[in-house]
């Protein structure tokens, strides 16, 4: 059973649902029971065994329910087109522990760039979560598959297969050969790296800044086409609008989050102040219509919270206070530090906690005021 279980699964809310994933090194059959149900990793009813890392994608309403699951491995002997040979079945239940209604604890990484352990201690200097973000240039860039192998390792220690777990797409991760299969090798919803999500009383959304230059880089050679990509995600914010009732809108929602690695509200200088049209209609479509509480971010490498009066930062007006919440140097060992989140009825704490095991500092975001 080692063989196969060497990673607790990854749990992570993609839109109604949780893609539970794992790296599994072995060729293999990959499916979940949640209580009597089974879901199985499968392309158009083919089960599915080249695959490193296999996903399954369960309704998030019946795993809260069930609060617990139980991974099934068939390993593969030969796969041949008749009689194929397979194994015993090995399997592993596993605990879930659905989002609590108060006090919420959420840790978020991002700028790893391929640390694993420095991460792992920022997070730990925090405490017990309820749920992992994982936002982005988790690993340095998308050149060699296996070190996607680092955000399973990451969600492994700190959520135990146990809790559920946000990701989002970095600049960095458009690097590199395996950037095009980024989306297999991670959670998406029908090939996106953009969605919304559910998880207990929070709704969010993941926008996906892509690159952080404008297409035509020379650092690029001509291998990214991120300008339609970022429209599309134009006309997706409009979609979510559309259909407010079944998503921020929705009954028990109580907190309305933004994630994504690129602050796009922010004023960037060149070559990096890029999309001031698409980035101007995101920000106005949340502020006007989403009304988020807090967006939360990476990539500048640094500790902040900037509020939406903040004119020097904010073009175009801002959607919500915005948090930047990791930061990495790369010493001799390296230092790392993230930001944990604690989600209440009427505040928001962020709390910055380093590799060192230090809490950095910790601030207070009133969210009683609904109207904004
Ligand atoms: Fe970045």
Known sequence: MSDF???????????????????????????????????????????????????????????DNAKQY?????PIIWRKAYFSKTKTVVEKTFRFYPIPENNIRAYHISDAHNNINEPIKAAEAFGEIDFLILNGDVIEDSSNPSKFMNIFEICSKLTKGEKPSIFSRGNHDLRGNYAEKFASYTPAH????????????????LLDCGEDKNDNHPEYGFTVACHPFRKRQTEFLKSIIENKETEYDAKDVRHKIVISHNA??????????????????????????VKP?????????????YYPDNTEWNTNGSVCPVVIGSTIKKSK????????????????????????????????????????
């Open 5 to 63: 279980f060497k990673h607790n699964p990854a749990v992570f809310a993609v839109n109604k649902h949780y893609q539970i994933m794992m790296p599994c090194e072995k060729a293999c059959l990959f499916f979940v029971r949640v209580g009597d149900k089974y879901y199985y990793d499968e392309s158009n009813g083919i089960m599915c065994s080249r695959n490193k890392i296999h996903k399954v994608e369960v309704p998030a309403n019946e795993l």
């Open 70 to 74: 139980t991974v099934c491995i068939r």
């Open 190 to 205: 029908n090939g996106n790296t953009y969605y919304s999500f559910r998880i207990g009383n929070i709704w969010g959304i």
């Open 264 to 289: 796009f509200s922010h004023r960037y200088h060149s070559p990096f102040d890029i999309e001031q049209d698409i980035f101007a209609d995101w920000t106005k479509l949340l502020r006007e219509n």
């Open 293 to 305: 509480e807090i967006m939360i971010c990476g990539h500048a490498h640094e500790l902040n919270i």
């Open 333 to 372: 060992p390296v230092y790392f530090a993230g930001c944990g989140y604690i989600f209440s009825d009427d505040k928001i704490e962020i709390i910055f906690t380093d590799s060192n095991g230090e809490t950095l500092g910790k601030e207070s975001l009133d969210i009683t005021d609904k109207s904004n």
